[in-house]
Nanobody
Framework: QVQLVESGGGLVQPGGSLRLSCAAS????????MGWYRQAPGKQRELVAT???????NYADSVKGRFTISRDNAKNTVYLQMNSPKPEDTAVYYC?????????????WGQGTQVTVSS
C-alpha cells in the first residue's frame, strides 16, 4: 500500500507561480511511475506531467514550457512547479503513482488539491 499526500494548492493569479508537492509513504525507488493528473469540473481526469521509467518525463501539450515536474528522492517527494498558469489550468490536481509487483500493477491516488487560477 502506498499513501500519497499532496500539498501546495490554492488560489494563484494568471501569470503567477505555484508549487505542488506530493509525498509518498514508500521509497520513490520502489515506484515505477509517479506524477500529476488533474480534473476540471465536467471534464475527465487528464495527465499533466509524470515520471515514467527511470527519469523520463511526460507532459501534456497544454502545460509544456510552463510546468515542470521534479523530485527529491531523499524526501520521497515529487513536485509540480506551475509557472504562468492560466484560468484553464483550474482543476483538482491529483498525485498518482504505479507500482509493479510481478505481473500485477497497482495504481494509487492522493486525495487531490484544488488549484484555482483567477485574478
Amino acid at each position: 500500500q502506498v499513501q500519497l499526500v499532496e500539498s501546495g494548492g490554492g488560489l494563484v493569479q494568471p501569470g503567477g507561480s505555484l508549487r505542488l508537492s506530493c509525498a509518498a509513504s514508500v521509497s520513490i525507488f520502489s515506484i515505477n511511475a509517479m506524477g500529476w493528473y488533474r480534473q476540471a469540473p465536467g471534464k475527465q481526469r487528464e495527465l499533466v506531467a509524470t515520471f515514467t521509467s527511470g527519469s523520463s518525463t511526460n507532459y501534456a501539450d497544454s502545460v509544456k514550457g510552463r510546468f515542470t515536474i521534479s523530485r527529491d528522492n531523499a524526501k520521497n517527494t515529487v513536485y509540480l512547479q506551475m509557472n504562468s498558469p492560466k484560468p484553464e489550468d483550474t482543476a483538482v490536481y491529483y498525485c498518482h503513482c504505479r507500482r509493479f509487483r510481478g505481473l500485477d500493477e497497482y495504481d494509487y491516488w492522493g486525495q487531490g488539491t484544488q488549484v484555482t487560477v483567477s485574478s
